[in-house]
Structure formats: C-alpha cells, structure tokens
C-alpha cells in the first residue's frame, strides 16, 4: 500500500499529489481515533459497566478468598484509566496478560490460533474472488439472456443461505457419505505434528468453501452491476466502433474500470470473513480465532475476549483503512475529490 501511494504521489501532478496526501493524512487520523474508540468500547463493556469481572469468572460459589486473589491478579483494585493505560501499553508492546483458564499468555494463545484462523480468512477469499468475478463477468457479458438469469438465481440462493447449515451439508456429503475429507478438526501445518502442508489445506478447504458462498453471491452481484455499467460508458462503445470485439472491448477496456468498486467490497469482505470465523471454527472444530473466544466466553475468561475482539476490530479498521486509500490510488477519476 506504502508503495502504491508513494508512486501516485511521484507520477501525478503536485496539485493531484498534494490532495491524495491530504486524503491520507485524514484517513490516518480516522484511522487512529477509530481505533481508540474501539477499544474505549470494548475496554467499557468488559471492565467499566456494572458488574464484577471477578464475579463473572469464578461464580457466584467462590469464596471471599479467591475472588480478592482474582481481583488482585487482575488489577481491578486499581482506577479505570489506570487498568486502560496499562491495556493499551500491553496491546503496544504485545503484553496481554495471561488467560485465567488456560493459564498461558494470551499472546501465545493468539498466535497459535491465528495460524489456523488467518489462512482460512485467506483461502475463503480466494475462493469467493475465483467464483463471483467469473460469475459476476459471465452474467454482464450475457444480459438479459440465459446465463444472466442463471448466476443472479443461483446468486440469491448464496445470499439465502446460511454459511453454518451450508457447512452442515458439506460435512454430510464430502465427509459422512463420500469420505473425502474429515469432518473437522487440523491436522496442523508441521509435519513433525502428524499434519504437513497438503493435510491442513485439505483440513481448512471445505470451512472455506462454507464461508465463501455468501460472499462470492454478494459480490458476483457487484461485479455484475459494475461491468454493465462500464459497459454504457462512451469510451465502451468508441472501442466498439474502431472494431474491437466483444471479448477484447470486456478485457482491455471495461474490466480495468469495473474493477475499482469491487476491490472496496473485496476489502469489506475480507475484514468480515475475518471476524466471521466463530459458527464455521466450531461447526469445523479447527483451533482458530473463533473458537477460542467462543471457549474463553464460555469459560468466562474476560482477558481473552477482550483482547481476541480488540484484535479482530483492529483488523477490520486496517482493512477499511487500506481499502480506502487504494480506492483513491487506484482510480485517477477521484484524485479531484479525494480531499
């Protein structure tokens, strides 16, 4: 992204270069201030509103002692404001504390479940991007006809369907009844593990396919809407009238433009694939970002929660950041109004 903008910066006009500097300077200063609002919040419901943390994570049955050791290990003897400084310098400097149940670093805990969680969001993607682009041009390049009709049905089955039951009838078919894959669980990405790199992509492959449905019906809409609209452009129907063919005029031509809309819903997509991990890593069983803040809410481990979620919403934020600034990079038509 850095790159990006320092080559639009080195190849527009100064004025030009001068107003996407501007629009970045504002976007990082929303970027910031999202951020800290965030946590704010997250920092507020889990610690601030009525209602002991230490209560919550040992029961009304435990005794005085143990809540006060609790309360202790917590640091909830000590002012709000304090507990937050001392949060967002342990989120800073990596410092997350240690989980009550697990009793191991939170951080440890993170990033062992971000190898599972973080290549499953990726695989997803991919997946959603191979489907609704080849849908998304396949239905405008045949208006109105056969195969329009086809993918924007099919599209509206994707988007009915819940991701969770789609997962449930993946499971009954290529696991129970064709036993091609497992059922759930991973296998790990270390072959010294018993797993190995072809077993954990073959473990994450039918999770993936479950939440890349919704998103890839979503955004074969999208890419739909935006190449017929290329399409009524006039440059379109100039490089029809210098003889260009249908198939060049849709891949030089309207494919470039048509482009730029769907790149920002992609980075929308991937932000809540991101964050939509929960239902599928517990249908899946896989030890991923999801199932551990639905075990530690479970286990009413608060530390975890409240740094897993602060975690997810920083990657949301990044990737709204980043979809911005490319939206304006990208396309020199917004150069002018970008400030």
Do not use: C
């Given at each position: ?89 342990g989120l800073l400097t990596g410092e997350l504390g240690e989980s009550v149940s697990y009793s191991v670093p939170v951080a440890e805990l993170i990033n062992e479940r971000l ?225």
């Amino acid at each position: 992204m850095a790159f990006a903008l320092a080559h639009a910066l080195i190849h527009t006009p100064p004025l030009a270069g001068s107003i996407i500097g501007i629009f970045f300077l504002k976007r990082l200063a929303t970027f910031v201030a999202t951020l800290v609002a965030a946590s704010l919040v997250i920092f507020a419901v889990l610690d601030i509103l009525p209602g002991n943390a230490a209560d919550v994570m040992l029961g009304e049955s435990a005794t005085p002692q143990a809540r006060q050791a609790l309360i202790a290990k917590l640091g909830l003897d000590r002012p709000a404001p304090v507990r937050y400084a001392a949060w967002l310098k342990g989120l800073l400097t990596g410092e997350l504390g240690e989980s009550v149940s697990y009793s191991v670093p939170v951080a440890e805990l993170i990033n062992e479940r971000l190898v599972v969680t973080a290549p499953l969001a990726v695989m997803a993607m991919g997946l959603t991007s191979v489907f609704a682009l080849t849908l998304g041009i396949y239905a405008a390049s045949r208006h109105n006809r056969l195969g329009d009709v086809g993918v924007m049905g099919l599209s509206q089955i994707g988007i009915a369907i819940p991701n969770f039951w789609f997962a449930i009838l993946l499971i009954l078919l290529f696991a129970v009844k064709l036993q091609w894959f497992s059922a759930g669980g991973f296998p790990g990405w270390s072959e010294d593990a018993g797993g190995g790199l072809w077993p954990a992509f073959k473990a994450l492959l039918l999770p993936a396919l479950a939440l890349a449905v919704v998103q890839a019906a979503i955004l074969a809409r999208i890419t739909r809407s935006a190449v017929l609209d290329v399409m009524r452009e006039d440059f379109v129907r100039t490089a029809r009238a210098k003889g260009l063919s249908e198939r060049q005029v849709l891949w030089r031509h309207v494919l470039r433009n048509a482009f730029v809309p769907v790149l920002t819903v992609m980075g929308l997509q991937f932000a809540n694939l991101l964050t939509g991990t929960v239902v599928i890593e517990n249908v899946f069983s896989l030890p991923g970002l999801g199932r551990l803040v639905f075990q530690a809410i479970a286990n009413r481990d608060l530390i975890v929660v409240r740094n897993v979620v602060m975690l997810l919403a920083a990657a949301v934020i990044v990737i709204n950041f980043v979809v911005d600034v490319l939206y304006v990079v990208i396309d020199p038509r917004l150069k002018g109004h970008a400030a």
